[in-house]
């Protein structure tokens, strides 16, 4: 008897915790709408998901509320601003190491680590990102920046 009360509650946890889960992605999602097109960073979609682990879904309502009426969307009118914007969501924060030599050398970096990317999603490599864009950046004559 106390064996299946225990599998209970530990069924129950696994439970509650599955529901603050979708609870926590749906609120996250809703939030990453009502915060389109404000530039607050590629990394915004993490803070708020461990925003709403820490302190709820009252207070991470609070939050985003006060986010929303903080910073203000850019306007599609100001094309150079949104596509500035956007560019800086997509460029991979190693690739900035490599900003003092110039654009092509940050492009070039980007690329290496979207292969990365692409390398560690399908188990083809062990090695870091950091090392796989500095050895492959150093073999295309960029060194990283100190």
């Known amino acids: 008897m106390s ?6 509650v530990a069924l129950k946890a696994r439970l509650d915790e599955r529901d603050a889960l979708d609870q926590r992605k749906g609120d996250v999602g809703a939030a990453l709408k009502r915060l389109e097109d404000r530039p607050l960073g590629s990394d915004l979609e ?13 207070a991470f309502k609070d939050y985003v ?10 306007s599609h009118s100001d094309t150079a601003a949104v596509a500035f914007a956007a560019q800086a969501n997509k460029t991979p ?18 690329q290496f680590a979207r292969e990365h990317a692409e390398l560690k999603m399908h188990g083809a490599t062990r090695m ?19």
């Open 3 to 8: 064996k299946l009360e225990g599998e209970n």
């Open 46 to 58: 993490a803070k708020l998901t461990a925003y709403h682990k820490d302190h709820g879904a009252a």
């Open 93 to 110: 924060g190693i690739a900035l190491n490599y900003t003092e030599q110039g654009t092509d050398a940050v492009e070039r970096a980007a």
């Open 65 to 74: 509320d006060s986010m929303v009426q903080t910073f203000g969307a850019l």
């Open 128 to 146: 870091s990102e950091d090392r796989y864009v500095a050895v492959n950046m150093q073999r295309a004559g960029f060194a990283a920046d100190a």
